[in-house]
């Protein structure tokens, strides 16, 4: 469903996760043709697609509220998880050279997406030198963050780093916010991971015992960053 950003009140100015978006650090003129460059939100109900792999790239989007997977089918018709994308982000970026959505991506709950027509946006990145620059530096950032995640080799390593991730991602989007809700399910975590969902539950339940992290349901909070940094690959001593 498409709906006007007029009625449902949003504006870049107004956006929580503006500091994360296409907007951040851009002057006034440059953020003002930004925000009447968005138009529309792409409402998307949890479960459902928002756009499919090989379609013609159309939009990319930024994530308004909500959370979603990206992902790719295998020659054995399996599902393999690429990443997740939270308030702040870009998706679609890999698919801007080939014209074509390079991965499938599915809400994971309930989103609200900013509609950034691609033909439109690359000519504002002629126009406007500064748009082009942090579109760079999105990318960069992207390309950064996506290398970051896989460099854990054990099971601990990997979920360790995955939590970390998750909680420095929410806390630049929320910095009071203690208790993290993981969108995603185990499953999604341990296809995403390469390992199985038995380990994923197992160090959980091991992390948990420790203290090292209190998980009820789908929520979780780092209770001791030292000690689960210990366990990971990655540098996330600023977290908190």
């Not at 792409?42 to 459902?48: G, P, Q």
Request: hydrophobic share 35%; net charge positive; aromatic share 8%.
């Amino acid at each position: 469903m498409i709906k006007t950003r007029i009625s449902k009140n949003i504006s870049c100015i107004s956006c929580s996760a503006k500091h994360l978006c296409l907007g951040k650090d851009l002057t006034s003129p440059s953020f003002s043709h930004l925000d009447q460059l968005i138009k529309n939100v792409k409402l998307v109900a949890k479960k459902d697609h928002i756009y499919h792999m090989n379609h013609p790239l159309t939009s990319l989007y930024a994530v308004h509220q909500g959370s979603c997977k990206e992902y790719w089918i295998d020659e054995n018709g399996n599902e393999c998880i690429t990443n997740f994308y939270f308030p702040g982000d870009i998706i679609g970026i890999e698919s801007v050279s080939k014209q074509k959505y390079m991965f499938y991506t599915t809400a994971l709950e309930d989103m609200e997406l900013c509609i950034i027509p691609i033909n439109d946006f690359l000519e504002s990145m002629h126009a406007f030198p500064e748009i082009l620059k942090r579109f760079l530096a999105i990318t960069n950032q992207k390309m950064q963050h996506d290398h970051s995640t896989r460099t854990g080799i054990t099971a601990n390593e990997k979920v360790s780093d995955f939590l970390l991730n998750i909680a420095r991602r929410m806390h630049e989007r929320n910095p009071g916010e203690k208790e993290i809700c993981l969108t995603m399910s185990q499953v999604d975590i341990a296809n995403f991971l390469g390992i199985a969902a038995e380990t994923i539950n197992r160090i959980f339940n091991t992390l948990k015992r420790k203290k090292i992290i209190k998980l009820k349901s789908k929520k979780f909070e780092v209770l001791n960053i030292a000690e689960l940094q210990k366990l990971g690959r990655l540098d996330y001593t600023k977290i908190y």
